[in-house]
């Protein structure tokens, strides 16, 4: 539909109030105003008009200056007061036609001014000219009040910044998203919601634009993490919009992504987690291994490998179960992991019944005492181990190798070094400690082998 059909110039129902004390008058423009077509009602007095003009909202007014009782200008004064009535035009109509007379007339909120006697194609030119004047403003204020409905109403957050920075507005979703539903956000600066380098990015672009309008691009949307009011990080995905309106001004749209990182954090946690014994997986000890190998070369302090096995592991699934030798893992597991309390620790399950421990910024003999506490705490679990040759209850082998990294070392030779402890303390008759301190013979050979 377009705008003309909205048009009162073609509408033939509007609403025309003619208020006049003389008969005569009042009867001609009338006679008037129905053969254009409008739908006319008549008042003699200004008490009669306010409540003619309160009881139907006509979409105009001709209103007599001079009347008994309540005159026209005191008429006109009323009906401006009441927001009922306040935006109906009034053309007033008067034979008093003085330069203080009309301006007063206007001062009061009159929309023009007809002197009598009246001509009457020229009242007819007035009326048509003030309908359509008013269709347009009705038609504007609609659009802008859909407009504000529509924002809002908007799910995602909107802020409009000025070129400076400054937050120019926002809507109802963005000030609950950044929990200012009760204070305003609009005239606080970007970096009070932003980091300083990525603040500065915005308002490096917002000069760009201002400085060169035609050539500057859209900036697009980008993940964001924008300070809450109370202090807490969000994160949004920011969309910018830059737009010219007798100022540079951008337009930000905000879409609540905290939901979708969370879940996609989930899913990255999950990835790096052994879905039995809720430990690190291998996956996740490898990267971790690597992080923790590099930080050792630039520190040169040691690092050192655990690598445990559970003894007679297939005899304890055969006779009791797979049931049972999963909640068996289950529980070495969160013993291991117990011993694992710093940040550069971590334990995960490597594969079958084999779990690693990875000690940054740790010696041999304190990687040793380490597995030791870790193979008795297994042990004082008595977890029944019906088939075992080594003990009535469950327990575990372990090998440790410590290496203070270098550019010509490698992660498998440390694995390879602490895999063959493990399993001298097999042959040794399991349920033991074995180590390989750093620059032994053992782990040189090893690494020997390993770089061949």
Known sequence: MNSGSLSFATRRDA????????????????????????????????????????????????LDIMMPGMDGYETCRQLKSQASTQRIPI?????????????????????????????M????????????????????????ERLRTIVNNMAEGLLIFEADGRIQMTNPACDKYLGYQLEPLAGRSITELLNPLVAQEYLDYFARYAAAP?????????????????????????TLTPMYLRQPLFIGLLHDITHHKQSE??????????????????????????????RAMRSGQPLSLVVLDVDHFK??????????????????????????????????????????LLFAETDGDSAY?????????????????????TSAWLTVSIGVATIH????????????AADRAMYVAKEGGRNQVQATKTGGASLAAVKAMVMR
Request: some cysteine; overall charge negative.
């Open 15 to 62: 609403a025309i109030l003619i208020v006049d004390d003389a008969p005569e008058n009042l009867g001609a423009l009338r006679k008037m105003m129905v053969e254009q077509g409008y739908q006319t009602f008549v008042a003699t007095s200004g008490e009669r008009a306010l409540k003619i003009a309160r009881r139907v909202h006509p979409d105009l007014i001709l």
């Open 91 to 119: 053309i007033f109509m008067s034979a008093r036609t003085d330069t203080e007379d009309v301006v007063a007339g206007f001062d009061i909120g009159a929309v023009d001014y007809i002197s009598k006697p009246l001509r």
């Open 121 to 144: 194609p020229e009242v007819c030119a007035r009326v048509r000219t003030q309908l359509q004047i008013r269709s347009k403003s009705e038609t504007h204020e609609e659009q802008a």
């Open 214 to 238: 035609q050539t500057a691009h859209n900036h697009g949307t980008r993940e964001v993490i924008i300070r809450h009011r109370n202090g807490s990080s969000v994160c949004m995905d920011l």
């Open 265 to 294: 954090d989930a899913l990255q946690r999950a990835a790096m987690v052994d879905p039995l014994t809720k430990i690190a997986n291998r996956r996740h000890f490898d990267s971790f291994l690597e992080k923790e190998w590099q």
């Open 315 to 356: 005899l304890y699934n055969d006779t009791l179960g797979h049931p049972a030798g999963d909640a068996c893992l289950q529980q070495v597991a969160q013993a291991i992991a117990s011993h694992a309390l710093r940040p550069t620790d971590l334990a995960a399950r490597y594969g079958g019944e084999e779990f690693v």
């Open 369 to 389: 005492l380490l597995a030791e506490s870790i193979r008795a705490h297994i042990e004082s679990l008595q977890i029944p181990h019906p088939r075992s040759t």
């Open 405 to 416: 990294p270098h550019q010509l070392d490698n992660t498998e030779s440390l694995f390879v």
